[in-house]
């Protein structure tokens, strides 16, 4: 189901990933992980990385993908969390349609 990006914020900030991304409990495979070419145009410091991460659940599952800056620190950039592409809740699988009003 196409879904505007704020809507798939929303559900994921109500939903449990955050905090099994947090705690590990997800498995992550990187599916994109680069340096952005002009990380100052976004506001970020030198040597940020784009990445686009996809996580499984415990039977081998997708059950989000985020997209981040990852700062040289370690820290995540621009709002200080992931921000959902991808997500399944009960069965329904969420993607971020930036063409969807909010």
């Known amino acids: 189901m ?8 929303q559900l994921f900030n ?11 409990i997800l498995r992550s495979k990187p599916l994109r992980n680069a ?4 990380p100052e145009s976004v506001g970020e ?4 990385h784009g990445q686009l991460i996809r996580y499984y659940d415990h039977r081998g599952h997708m059950a ?3 997209f981040q ?3 040289p620190d370690n820290t995540i950039g621009a709002s200080g969390r992931p921000d959902p592409k991808r997500l ?15």
């Not at 410091?45 to 940020?48: D, L, Y």
């Open 14 to 24: 109500e939903s449990q990933y955050p905090r099994l991304i947090e705690n590990g």
């Open 45 to 48: 410091p030198h040597c940020t």
């Open 88 to 102: 399944i809740i009960d069965n329904t699988e969420y993607i971020a349609d930036p063409n969807l009003a909010t």
């Open 69 to 71: 800056y990852l700062r």
């Open 35 to 38: 340096h952005l070419t002009d």
């Open 64 to 66: 989000v993908e985020v």
């Open 2 to 9: 196409r879904v505007s990006p704020w809507i798939i914020r």
